[in-house]
């Protein structure tokens, strides 16, 4: 079966920073995009980044120069460097892949389990 199992998360002051990580196992014929959200309390989850194999990226407007997203393609892991972390970035990261499994004709999306990240002074 296809995980996604996610790290890195924790609490950290005000400006200060996390790195997240997010590897993949199982099978698969191609993984497309590797992605992190994240769902603030009594918030809907939203797009924070997103990465495609070619190394692609895209940001939210509310991290763009502060988070970074990067892959592993070798390793099937995809990573979120968090800088110049701020309270309002509370909230549980998910990350989240839309690949196609081996022997499969079909892309489907997989979740992680979620991240804790508090940031308080």
């Known amino acids: 079966q296809v995980q996604l199992v996610e790290s890195g998360g924790g609490l950290v002051q005000p400006g200060g920073s996390l790195r997240l990580s997010c590897a993949a196992s199982?099978?698969?014929?191609?993984?497309?995009?590797m992605d992190w959200y994240r769902q603030g309390p009594g918030k809907q989850r939203e797009l924070v980044a997103t990465s495609v194999s070619d190394g692609t990226t895209n940001y939210a407007d509310f991290v763009k120069g502060r988070f970074t997203i990067s892959r592993d393609n070798v390793k099937n892991t995809v990573y979120l460097q968090m800088n110049s972390l701020k309270p309002e970035d509370t909230a549980v990261y998910y990350c989240?892949?839309?690949?196609?499994?081996?022997?499969?004709?079909?892309?489907?999306?997989?979740w992680g389990q979620g991240t804790q990240v508090t940031v308080s002074s």
């Open positions: 199982g099978r698969f014929f191609k993984i497309n995009g």
């Open positions: 989240h892949i839309d690949a196609v499994p081996r022997g499969s004709p079909f892309t489907y999306d997989y």
